[in-house]
């Protein structure tokens, strides 16, 4: 009664009427950040946390540590996590390499270790989200358009976004993301490529808040500007 009066009030003078139901803030996720450190997970981190996030920094180095080529250490880093919202991987290893000069380890460490690990981030993660929570994987645009010398990372990144497709059909109390990033600007600098057209880290960073906050699943995020066709 009250309130309707004071609702009618506020709408008499022009004003909102921002009673009612409390205020809502968008509530602080927890997130576990695999690869950290890196180039996207630095950015990534900064992102999540200046919107008000609590990043867990994992990485190889990290206290727990998580190596995406040790499956004991994934179970064993998850498990010490506690119940959170998000588990995030911007980690794993791949090779590049022409076909004809492939090594059986160049083939397998893409395999064993980006595409493995992060599958196994999506069998055993689950158990330590909260209802809703999402498991954010990484591929690479490379996925899509391939160029020589590419084909072990280019079939790795691929079956990351097919796998997480079919398993967001199998997990309903969770969502499965993938983010596709293109080649990033630091890493183009890093490579004397600065010609390319390529993303600030930063604005990958985006991209991953975007698929953390979703209400999709089994979807692959690409950065605007640089999807397959560029126009994503
Ligand atoms: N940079 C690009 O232009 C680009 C483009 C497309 C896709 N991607 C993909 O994005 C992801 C991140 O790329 P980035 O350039 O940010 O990588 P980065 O700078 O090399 O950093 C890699 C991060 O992953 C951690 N890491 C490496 N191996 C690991 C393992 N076995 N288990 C757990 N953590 C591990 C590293 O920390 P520790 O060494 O301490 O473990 C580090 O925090 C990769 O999957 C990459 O393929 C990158």
């Not at 250490?73 to 000069?101: E, N, Q, T």
């Not at 196994?120 to 929570?133: I, K, S």
Request: charged share 20%; hydrophobic share 45%; aromatic share 4%.
């Amino acid at each position: 009664m009250v309130e309707s009066k004071i609702r009618a009030l506020v709408m008499m003078i022009g004003g909102p009427y921002i009673g009612g139901a409390p205020k809502t803030e968008r509530n602080m996720k927890q997130i576990a950040l695999i690869g950290a450190t890196g180039t996207i997970g630095r950015a990534l981190a900064a992102h999540l946390e200046a919107r008000g996030d609590e990043v867990i920094r994992l990485s190889r180095g990290s206290s727990p540590s998580i190596d995406l080529e040790d499956a004991p250490s994934v179970r064993a880093g998850l498990a010490a996590l506690g119940r959170i919202d998000a588990v995030v991987c911007v980690a794993g290893r791949a090779s590049f390499g022409a076909v004809p000069d492939l090594s059986d380890e160049a083939l397998e460490l893409g395999i064993r270790s980006k595409l493995r690990g992060q599958i196994d981030l999506v069998r055993w993660a689950p158990e330590h989200l909260r209802p809703g929570g999402a498991i954010v994987l990484t591929s690479g645009m490379l996925a899509h358009r391939p160029g020589p010398g590419t084909a072990p990372v280019s079939m790795v990144n691929a079956a990351i976004e097919a796998f997480a497709r079919a398993a967001a059909l199998d997990l309903s109390a969770h969502r499965v993301e993938v983010v596709c990033p293109p080649l990033i600007q630091e890493t183009a600098l890093a490579m004397g490529r600065s010609e390319i057209p390529a993303p600030p880290a930063a604005d990958v960073a985006q991209t991953y808040a975007r698929a953390i906050d979703g209400h999709t699943t089994g979807t692959t995020y690409f950065v605007p500007g640089f999807g397959p066709g560029r126009d994503a």
